[in-house]
């Protein structure tokens, strides 16, 4: 787990595997979990892969409207959603794919699942500890 394997994954395609496992296999909720996983522990481990990954993040939106009440997924989902949040240059792709809401809705349906509540709050931390972001900037995303 270093950045030298997440510049091996990204050299061989790993990504371009991922996000072709999450569109062959939309109904695997077992896929689309660990695919969202994957994606965020190569942000965790080298965040410049978050360059190559943002393609990835209208697929995380499509698992967590898939399956809105699958704990394990959404957690994973919303995880993913915590690691792109680490940088700001990642905001405009989140915003475009739905991302907040696709949070947002995760929070709500989800309310008893505090590994969800966690991870959907870290990303709203994230995203309002930019000095630009405000509550209304949020709406904007939406």
Not at 58 to 66: D, S, T
Not at 104 to 116: A, Q, R
Request: include cysteine.
């Amino acid at each position: 787990k270093s950045e030298e394997d997440v510049e091996k994954i990204v050299q061989l395609g790993g990504i371009a595997m991922i996000a072709k496992s999450m569109v062959d296999h939309p109904d695997k909720v077992i896929v689309q979990a660990e695919a969202c996983a994957c994606l965020a522990e190569l942000v965790w481990i080298d965040a410049k892969s978050s360059e190559q990954i943002v393609g990835c993040i209208p697929l995380v939106v499509k698992a967590l409207q898939r399956f809105p009440t699958h704990a394990k997924l959404q957690q994973m989902g919303c995880g993913a959603f915590r690691a792109f949040s680490y940088d700001v240059e990642n905001y405009e792709s989140i915003a475009q794919a739905g991302g907040v809401p696709a949070v947002l809705t995760s929070m709500v349906d989800n309310p008893k699942k505090v590994e969800v509540l966690i991870e959907g709050c870290y990303f709203l931390q994230n995203i309002l500890s930019i000095p630009d972001t405000s509550p209304a900037t949020i709406d904007q995303m939406e």
